[in-house]
């Protein structure tokens, strides 16, 4: 398959724990990555390589994965994390890099 | 610190051609894949085009392959991307990103740690 999908919205509680999910045929075979973006803002990368975290990242954000499915779990939830967050990955092919289409995520 | 800062956007009509430049700094350019991710307006991300650290290996995606060609200086620390034949639907906000793995690869980065500003290209009459 040549797709990840995402979820659109996704609402949370502050301070409470949301996950945000990617499915894709591909991600059986390479990690997924995750972005975070902000309104007029480029993205920013949150987790690499399934579960690893740029300097500067808050430790309540973490991935997992399983079968064809990765996870973007926030742990915590903050009004600051509220942003659109987007998955990646290479496709089934290895030639390709996809993106989810997105999931907006709202703290309330 | 890393800096990418994206030049050459702007308005062209449609069959037009258009290079976009990517000035990078505050860190080692030619050990690095960069890539090309863009955002139409009110939509998603999507990836472009990627190349490899040294410029041996190119890679794009089918929306613009046989179109646009990527392409780097290592000299001068800039990344291109030339786009002919442009269409209504390259409308885009234009990215370049940064791998965040040390090397050479036979596949195109899965990743980007650092992202540039970005510059819009508009395809219209």
């Known amino acids: 398959s040549s797709e990840l999908t995402q979820d659109p919205a996704v609402s949370v509680a502050l301070g409470q724990t949301v996950r945000i999910t990617c499915q894709g045929d591909?991600?059986?075979?390479?990690?997924a990555s995750w972005y975070q973006q902000k309104p007029g803002q480029a993205p920013v990368l949150v987790i690499y390589?399934?579960?690893n975290r740029p300097s500067g990242i808050p430790d309540r954000f973490s991935g997992s994965s399983s079968g064809n499915t990765a996870s973007l779990t926030i742990t915590g939830a903050q009004a600051e994390d509220e942003a659109d967050y987007y998955c990646?990955?290479?496709?089934?092919?290895?030639?390709?890099?996809?993106f989810g289409g997105g999931t907006k995520l709202t703290v309330l | 610190e890393v800096q990418l800062l994206e030049s050459g956007g702007g308005l062209v009509q449609p069959g037009g051609s258009l290079r976009l430049s990517c000035a990078a700094s505050?860190?080692?350019?030619?050990?690095?894949?960069m890539s090309w991710v863009r955002q139409a307006p009110g939509k998603g991300l999507e990836w472009v085009s990627a190349?490899?650290?040294?410029?041996?290996?190119?890679y794009y995606a089918d929306s613009v392959k046989g179109r646009f060609t990527i392409s780097r200086d290592n000299s001068k620390n800039t990344l291109y991307l030339q786009m002919n034949s442009l269409r209504a639907e390259d409308t885009a906000v234009y990215y370049c990103?940064?791998?965040?793995?040390?090397?050479?690869?036979?596949?195109?980065?899965?990743?980007?740690?650092?992202w540039g500003q970005g510059t819009l290209v508009t395809v219209s009459s």
């Open positions: 990103a940064k791998s965040p793995f040390y090397g050479d690869y036979t596949k195109p980065p899965p990743s980007f740690d650092y």
């Open positions: 505050g860190f080692t350019f030619s050990s690095y894949a």
């Open positions: 190349i490899s650290g040294s410029g041996g290996s190119t």
């Open positions: 591909s991600l059986r075979t390479y990690y």
């Open positions: 390589a399934k579960n």
């Open positions: 990646n990955s290479r496709d089934s092919s290895g030639n390709h890099v996809l």
